[in-house]
Every structure is written in C-alpha cells, then in structure tokens.
C-alpha cells in the first residue's frame, strides 16, 4: 500500500514538470489593485529559497536568500509611491580597527546601514514619458543588470562585479537616496539621471562627507528588432578623513557599456564595467547566452570575469576571478513559479585559492 501511494505521488510530480500550465493555470489569473482609503494600492513580493554545495565558505547548505515584500501605490494620476523591504537580510557590522602597540583593537562598532531591510522608499512624480522625477531611495542608474527585477534574472545570481559584495562587486544593484529623472527622450532613447547620497554606500544613512554623488543611464534602440545598448556611469566626491575610516572604499567612480539582444528562442547579454574604490582599480565583465528548448524549459551559459584589483593578485581579496556556468531555468508559471539549476566553475588567478565547482539550486515565487 505504502509503494502504492509512492508510486501516485511519483507520478503527480512528474505530470506537474511535464504540463504545469494544465495544472497550474486551471484557475483563471487575476490581476487587481487592492483599493484603500486614498489612491489605490497593489501588493507584490518575491520569495527565493536556495540550496547550495561547495560554495566559498559553506559546504552544503540550504537559504532564503530573499523574501522582499513590496507595496506601491498611486493617487491624483500623476503621483506615486513604492516601499519594498527583505526580512532575510541579516544584520551587518561596521568595525573601525586601528593597531595600537602591536595588537589590533576595535575603537567602535557601528551598524552597516545597507544591511538593513528597508530596500526601497521612494516617491514619484509623473509628467508625462518623456519626465518622471523619482524622490527617495531606490536602485542607483547603473548596469543592465543591476537594474533588472531578482525575480527576472536568467541565473541564480548576478555576475560577480555586481554580486561579489566581500571583495568590491558592488558596481550595480546597489541604493542610495536621493533624487532621480527618468524617461524617454525619443522611441529609441531612455535616460536615467540622478543625484545620490553617494553610489550605494550610505543606503539607509545621512551623508556626512559634505558632496553627493551623479549617476546616469541611457539606453539605445538602434532599430534592430530586439537589440538594445547602453552605458551607464557614476561618480562622488572624496570624503573627510572621518567619513574615509567608516567607508574605506571611498571615493569611488563607475562607467560600464553593456548590450542586450532577444530573438525568438534566444537571449545574449554582455557588459563591461570599470570601477575605482579609494586606490584600488576594479574591473569585470560578462557574457551570457540562454535559449528557450521547450515552452517552460531553458538552458543558459555564461561567463563571468572580475578583477577585484588590477594592480596586484596577491590574495583572496584581490585575485581575479573567472567563472564558467551552465545551468537551467523552468518556468512552471513563467516568473511567478521557476525552478533554477547552476553548476560554476570558479577559477582563480596563481595566488589565489584553488579552483572548485559551486552547484547552485533556486525554488522562486513572486506574485
């Protein structure tokens, strides 16, 4: 009776990857605003839960690695606004450590404010296509992929420049508060301009270093049906010796290209992006190619390269790194319910620490 009924449950999962539309679009889908006392008000969300083998410090080990809940709302048809936060950050750490006498002591210990789970919390002003005006905290105008939706990603995670946080991989996907213009200048042109507490590093603070940071993006459509390119950039000014103890990878600058072409069954994306951290010269890119084998099923390769300084390879801070992933995507109810498979080969330059093959799996839902 008991094989009986494993053999039942077998098969239903089976029937399930085989012809998920059949079962998962019996009910009819929906789409509505949830109406509250002023304006209207539409509630999303994304729940990610990983497994991971043989990654950079862990052995295998399962995570959620992100459950962001978001709120956005409009009234009087030209004014909006959004508040996403991430239960599943953890809390970080700060620590000024000074060598004092030949031992090192922590003279203070301060709150990583990006650590925190506000994400989000701006407010828009919309003029027309051509001008909106964006007022709080949101994702700074940088990289293609930075800027895409965690639940849109054709891998598990980002390329390394934009992921690798621990050795300088911030030169995207990254918050700050300030003020942002954005729109579409002609059909074929899209630009995104700002001015920022800084490029990511005082998300969720004040800034204290007496100048702010500008960043940009601008998007082209050359006329060749699915093909976009772009290049963005960023800059701020240098801080006080104070502010240089708190946020040692100061001041800091980005500019990057990067291009982005869909045809029927197939996607190619590819950028290249230069950053400076204080003294230190970072550098990374990345191709990627997918293509769409069955209605729910893809297949996806990429490599990825990151160099966290050119000068030197001495360490495990600063040896570049290039990796090589094969994976799989299903899309059992496209972006809402997907399943991601990544194997990595992740190679590391002669002093560096020793090669190794990172499995990666992603069970997503995001409504």
Known sequence: MLRCAGYRVALALVLLTASP??????????????????????LGGLLQVWYLENAPGLERTFRIRRTELSLKGTFAQRVGWTVMIDPSRALDFVRDSAVVDDSIVVPTVEVNQSSRILQDAY?????????????GQRKVPLSFEGLRSSAELK?????????????????????????????????????????????????????????????????????????????????NGRPDTAERRRHPFEPRSRLGVEGYYQRGRWTAQSELMAGRDDDETRLGT??????????IAEVVGRVDLFDPDESRDDSLLTAKELDFLLGGNFYLLENHLKLQANAIAKTFGDDGPASRLTLQFNFQVSW
């Open 21 to 42: 539309r059949a079962v998962l679009l019996a009910q009819e889908r929906t789409d509505s605003a949830v109406t509250t006392g002023f304006g209207n008000l539409r």
């Open 123 to 135: 407010i828009t002003l919309d003029f027309g296509e051509s001008f909106k005006l964006d007022v």
């Open 155 to 235: 891998t598990i995670d980002r390329a390394l420049m934009l992921s690798d946080r621990a050795r300088g991989g911030d030169f995207g996907d990254v918050r700050d508060i300030g003020v942002m213009a954005h729109g579409t200048i002609t059909p074929r042109i899209d630009y995104q301009a700002g001015v920022f507490n800084g490029l990511g590093e005082t998300q969720n603070d004040v800034t204290t270093k007496g100048t702010l940071a500008v960043a940009a993006r601008v998007v082209v459509r050359p006329g060749v049906s699915g093909l976009q390119l772009g290049a963005s950039g960023g800059l």
């Open 286 to 295: 990345y191709a990627l190619v997918a293509c769409q084998i069955t209605s």
